[in-house]
């Protein structure tokens, strides 16, 4: 069983940056692809990011691409968001999440473990 809690979350004014945390425990952390995926109010979850165990293989979503980086420290077992240039259409609950799959999963049913999220609101 691997437990997920993100970090990071907060106020930002337009175009400022924020960086997500997300520590797992009770797994092998290594071996998992972690995903990103957030909710807006009265929204479906979207997929917002992946990045495979190896760090080698990353997938974004067309809304983020060239503004967020997904990353990960496999040593320290944590994964990370880098937001930049933020919109008010970012602000969402943000959830990591790990998944057993390879490639590039970016469906919510390729997930087996979530976090609670973090709260990103973005400023105008």
Do not use: H
Not at 1 to 30: H, K, N, P, Y
């Amino acid at each position: 069983q691997v437990q997920l809690v993100e970090s990071g979350g907060g106020l930002v004014q337009a175009g400022g940056s924020l960086r997500l945390s997300c520590a797992a425990s009770g797994g092998a952390f290594s071996m998992y692809t972690m995903g990103w995926f957030r909710q807006a109010p009265g929204k479906e979850r979207e997929f917002v990011a992946s990045i495979s165990w190896t760090g080698g293989t990353t997938n974004y979503a067309d809304s983020v691409l060239g503004r967020f980086t997904v990353s990960r420290d496999n040593a320290k077992n944590t994964a990370y968001l880098q937001m930049n240039s933020l919109k008010p259409s970012d602000t969402a609950v943000y959830y990591c999440a790990a998944s057993r799959s390879g490639g590039r999963p970016s469906q919510q049913s390729m997930y087996d473990y979530w976090g609670q999220g973090t709260q990103v609101t973005v400023s105008s």
